[in-house]
């Protein structure tokens, strides 16, 4: 099993600023991509941005030029650099895992409980 903790969320005013970072442990499991979803209220669970192992990165095309993901591979964290907010950016922000499990090559992926992003005047 891998394990996701995240931290940071809350709310902030239009324009402003917030960080996620999210810590993964698991034994015999390597972490190959890590990212964050959000799902407002009454829509999908949507992709924000993802990072390989290798560094490659992947942005939805709303947070483009706005948030920076990063991550750390010795010690499994990914964060989300979250900037320019917009209300539309308001929703449950997850952390997500895809990892392989070191004996079998079995990929599994993995949710973190996810944390509140509002962004309100």
């Known amino acids: 099993q891998v394990q996701l903790v995240e931290s940071g969320g809350g709310l902030v005013q239009p324009g402003g600023s917030l960080a996620l970072s999210c810590a993964a442990s698991?034994?015999?499991?390597?972490?190959?991509?890590m990212g964050w979803y959000r799902q407002a209220p009454g829509k999908q669970r949507e992709l924000v941005a993802a990072?390989?192992?290798?560094?490659?990165?992947n942005y939805a095309d709303s947070v483009k030029g706005r948030f920076t993901i990063s991550r750390d591979n010795a010690k499994n964290t990914v964060a989300l650099q979250m900037n320019s907010l917009k209300p539309e950016d308001t929703a449950v922000y997850y952390c997500?895992?895809?990892?392989?499990?070191?004996?079998?090559?079995?990929?599994?992926?993995?949710w973190g409980q996810g944390t509140q992003v509002t962004v309100s005047s």
């Open positions: 990072i390989s192992s290798e560094g490659s990165t």
């Open positions: 698991g034994k015999m499991f390597k972490i190959k991509v």
């Open positions: 997500n895992a895809l990892a392989m499990r070191i004996i079998t090559g079995y990929e599994y992926d993995y």
